[in-house]
């Protein structure tokens, strides 16, 4: 099994540094275990579920300690990335440029919208909130600096029923995947852990089936990744992710280009 969506202490609401999570990976069988903690920002903002720019050796750091310790696995350095225009810079030439990572993931987990930013997590139920969500999210994707996109149907979270409109954002998300070749995750935090209520009773939150279900009509990959926040998530929803992938026919991504 492979991961490569796995956070530390350091975002601080994480628990476990690198270390933990290797031996946790090691003990359920993970082949490649990649690491994505949520990056930190040049100018601090949101600054409290985040790393601070003053970890980034450490963080580094330790990954590079573990593949030391741990050469039967493939450990890889990655970050998980909000995307804003004034990032773009930082994303490139610190991240993968002086601290050479070897990929970044992003996580739409802000979107701007009335002048200001707004949370995925906490976002109205409200169409002009899902269309403000996806176009950012586009914009990011098109922003070529990701190997991947974690939780892309982040959104139903917040967005309840499935209408015209989540339909809509959902196949303008695919067809930007399709056109830049770019994998969508089907995230294992949220097949484990993410239950919302609805109208018609409760569901997944993400991964959304009806989401992935059209992610079947396009030429897209996907990649399941368990988004382990504790050592003992290492390998969440890793399992039924597949399973749910296969069930829909989707394509795996293959991530050799990354050393894994
Ligand atoms: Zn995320
Ligand atoms: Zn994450």
């Not at 601070?52 to 970050?79: C, R, S």
């Not at 994707?141 to 015209?164: I, K, N, R």
């Not at 409109?165 to 995947?177: C, F, G, K």
Request: with cysteine; aromatic share 10%; hydrophobic share 45%.
């Amino acid at each position: 099994m492979k991961n490569y969506h796995t956070h530390t202490f350091r975002c601080k609401h994480a628990i476990g540094d690198v270390a933990d999570y290797v031996e946790a990976a090691a003990a359920r069988g993970i082949s490649v275990l990649g690491f994505a903690d949520h990056t930190p920002l040049p100018d601090g903002r949101w600054s409290s579920i985040r790393m601070a720019v003053e970890d980034l050796p450490g963080y580094v750091g330790a990954i590079e300690q573990a593949k030391k310790d741990n050469p039967q696995m493939t450990i890889l350095k990655g970050m998980e990335c909000e995307w804003a225009a004034e990032y773009h810079s930082f994303f490139r030439d610190v991240l993968l440029g002086e601290f050479g990572l070897d990929y970044l993931v992003l996580g739409c987990h802000q979107f701007p919208i009335n002048g200001g930013w707004q949370s995925s997590h906490t976002a109205p139920n409200d169409a002009a909130y899902l269309a403000a969500y996806t176009k950012h999210l586009i914009a990011s994707m098109q922003s070529g600096l990701f190997a991947f996109v974690a939780h892309p149907d982040l959104f139903g979270l917040t967005y309840l029923e499935w209408d015209e409109e989540a339909e809509a954002a959902a196949r303008d998300i695919l067809s930007a995947a399709e056109e830049l070749n770019l994998p969508l995750e089907i995230n294992g935090l949220g097949l484990s852990h993410r239950v919302v209520q609805t109208s018609l009773g409760p569901r997944t939150a993400y991964p959304w089936l009806p989401f992935w279900e059209l992610a079947a009509e396009f030429d897209v990959q996907v990649v399941v990744n368990s988004d382990a926040h504790q050592p003992q998530g290492v390998a969440q929803g890793l399992r039924e992710g597949l399973m749910f992938a296969r069930k829909l026919g989707l394509t795996l991504a293959e991530f050799d280009h990354l050393g894994g």
